[in-house]
């Protein structure tokens, strides 16, 4: 069974902090993506991860994707208000239409 | 372009009803799967549909079942409905449903609340 798992759970920061997210499994996934869903609202793409060792910039959001190709993080410089929400890595299982999500981290960013 | 549309936005059912909930995907997308979301298991997949086919099935009693029409809209069913069953249902769409790589749109979801 392909499992994802994220941490933290929960992340409450100030604004303006940096803060890394993880995204773990003992499974090799041919790509990852994350997502970020806020409340009330379907989750939203914000990046796909296809290759090893990739890092991927979107402004003030940094993706990596690892090595072997079985985690990922997603740093954020200098959090905003703005960037609170809930924080999902998502994995495909071997070309099955179907997404594993992790757990996912929700995060706070308090002004 | 409009999005992914679910409706209804919140539903209210008692233990043993049933209930049907409706996906209209953006235009052009032929591939729609569902996801059912809630606090302790997180989102879970459904299954998916493409040109009407459904393709994937996640491990969900048979109380649960989809279908899509030719218009590629699609639509859920949960009979028999189970405290359990409490949700955030969510459709998502794509051009051709390859989860991994495309970018799947996702509704806002239908939040189903079982008495």
């Not at chain 1, 970020?36 to 402004?59: H, I």
């Not at chain 2, 029409?69 to 949960?78: L, P």
Request: hydrophobic share 30%.
């Amino acid at each position: 069974t392909q499992l994802l798992e994220q941490s933290p759970q929960f992340l409450s920061i100030q604004e303006g902090e940096n803060l890394t997210v993880y995204c773990n499994s003992s499974s090799v996934f041919s790509s990852l993506q994350w997502y970020r869903q806020e409340p009330g609202e379907g989750p939203v793409l914000l990046v796909t991860v296809v290759t090893g060792g990739e890092v991927k910039k979107l402004k003030r959001l940094t993706f990596q994707f690892g090595d072997a190709r079985k985690d990922s993080s997603l740093h954020i410089t200098a959090a905003q208000p703005g960037d609170t929400g809930l924080y999902l890595c998502a994995g495909e299982v071997d070309s099955s239409y179907k997404l594993i999500f992790g757990s996912g981290t929700r995060l706070l960013v308090r002004p | 372009k409009a999005g992914v549309t679910q409706t209804p936005r919140y539903l209210i059912k008692t233990r043993g009803q049933q209930v049907t909930l409706s996906c209209s995907p953006i235009s052009g997308h032929r591939s729609v799967s569902w996801y059912q979301q809630t606090p302790g298991q997180g989102l879970q997949f459904l299954f998916e549909y493409f040109s009407e086919t459904q393709r994937n099935k996640g491990n969900f009693p048979g109380r649960f079942s989809g279908r899509q029409f030719s218009n590629s809209r699609s639509e859920m069913n949960v009979s028999t409905l189970e405290l359990g069953d409490s949700a955030l249902y969510l459709c998502a769409s794509s051009l051709s449903g390859d989860a991994g790589y495309e970018k799947l749109f996702f509704g806002s979801g239908t939040q189903l609340s079982v008495l």
